[in-house]
């Protein structure tokens, strides 16, 4: 897959591995980019297009002020058979690293 002509670069290169059979299989994080909803295959939308495999968070996507919600992920191989979520791919990508929340002061909200 080669990487289409964008405004923002993709989050990174996919993770793949080869089943017993030969089948091709994606391997996806296991939470949304932002890091607060976990992705539930059925809910959260994969699609492979332009050489790229975009994962959407719809909570995220419904969610105020959401912006860049979609993981894209460009790879070297063709698009996979079958994708599945396994979170230890990623540990050391830069989104993956946990953010620092600011201290809430008695009687704030």
Known sequence: MKPPSSLTPPDGVLRYRL????????????????????LVPGISTVRAAGGELRIDCPACATTPGGTDTRWRWTGDHRYPDRVELD?????????RR????????????
């Open 87 to 95: 979170e230890r791919f990623y540990d050391g990508h830069p989104a």
């Open 98 to 109: 946990p953010r620092a929340a600011k201290r809430q002061e008695p009687g704030e909200s």
């Open 19 to 38: 089943d017993p059979v030969g089948a091709v299989i994606a391997i996806l994080p296991t939470r949304c980019k932002s890091g607060r909803h976990p």
